[in-house]
């Protein structure tokens, strides 16, 4: 029986055994080999009239996951109220669940905001099967450790600007494999 972290019966708590099917382990081989297939299988977000449902991804949203994924630096032109919040923190669950020592920042002009953002990517999270799940050792309001040394923060962003900044992630690999040679 695989034990939860802290009594949330949500997540799963780490070095703990877990026992795979094998569509279980082709599954997951799916997911670590191509996050859209885990994210639109897998995530769930939060719609304001239907409540939990499964993340079903526009066109443009394919385009994002798929611009993250084979580019280092991003920086997209999206409008307002659009669902790119939503697909960076689906990117990034998947980032950070799939990739060894890995750290994200999660940053924005209110504390609250990034607090926010982070709550979404948790609720994301608890909706994965366990089986899926890299246990966990930090869960809190601010920030989340997962067994395999990936992480994540949720930053208050200092910097005086001119305008508004709605949202700014920045991650990084400390991961060796991830080092590109030129």
Same mark, same amino acid.
């Given at each position: 029986?695989?034990?939860?972290?802290?009594?949330?019966?949500?997540?799963?708590?780490?070095?703990?055994?877990? @026992?795979?099917?094998? #569509?279980?382990?082709?599954?997951?081989?799916?997911?670590?080999? #191509?996050?859209?297939?885990?994210?639109?299988?897998?995530?769930?977000?939060?719609? !304001? @009239?239907?409540?939990?449902?499964?993340? @079903?991804?526009? #066109?443009?949203?394919? $385009?994002?996951?798929?611009?993250?994924?084979? $580019?280092?630096?991003?920086?997209?032109?999206?409008?307002?109220?659009?669902?790119?919040?939503?697909?960076?923190?689906?990117?990034?669950?998947?980032?950070?669940?799939?990739?060894?020592?890995?750290?994200?920042?999660?940053?924005?002009?209110?504390?609250?905001?990034?607090?926010?953002?982070?709550?979404?990517?948790?609720?994301?999270? @608890?909706?994965?099967?366990?089986?899926?799940?890299?246990?966990?050792?930090?869960? $809190?309001?601010?920030?989340?450790?997962?067994? $395999?040394?990936?992480?994540?923060?949720? !930053?208050?962003?200092?910097?005086?600007?001119?305008?508004?900044?709605?949202?700014?992630?920045?991650?990084?690999?400390?991961?060796?494999?991830?080092?590109?040679?030129?």
């Amino acid at each position: 029986m695989v034990k939860s972290y802290v009594n949330n019966p949500l997540i799963k708590a780490q070095h703990q055994d877990q @026992e795979f099917t094998q #569509d279980q382990i082709k599954e997951f081989a799916k997911c670590a080999n #191509d996050p859209m297939y885990f994210i639109e299988q897998y995530v769930k977000i939060v719609h !304001l @009239e239907r409540g939990l449902v499964p993340f @079903e991804l526009y #066109d443009f949203q394919k $385009n994002m996951v798929k611009t993250f994924h084979e $580019n280092r630096f991003t920086i997209c032109k999206v409008g307002r109220q659009s669902g790119k919040s939503v697909t960076v923190i689906a990117y990034l669950l998947w980032y950070l669940l799939f990739n060894e020592s890995v750290s994200v920042a999660m940053l924005a002009n209110k504390a609250a905001t990034s607090r926010e953002l982070l709550s979404r990517m948790q609720l994301a999270y @608890e909706n994965l099967p366990f089986w899926l799940q890299q246990g966990v050792g930090v869960w $809190n309001k601010g920030s989340f450790e997962l067994e $395999n040394g990936s992480k994540i923060i949720s !930053l208050l962003l200092l910097v005086p600007l001119p305008f508004e900044v709605v949202l700014l992630i920045w991650y990084f690999s400390m991961s060796l494999h991830s080092w590109r040679t030129t």
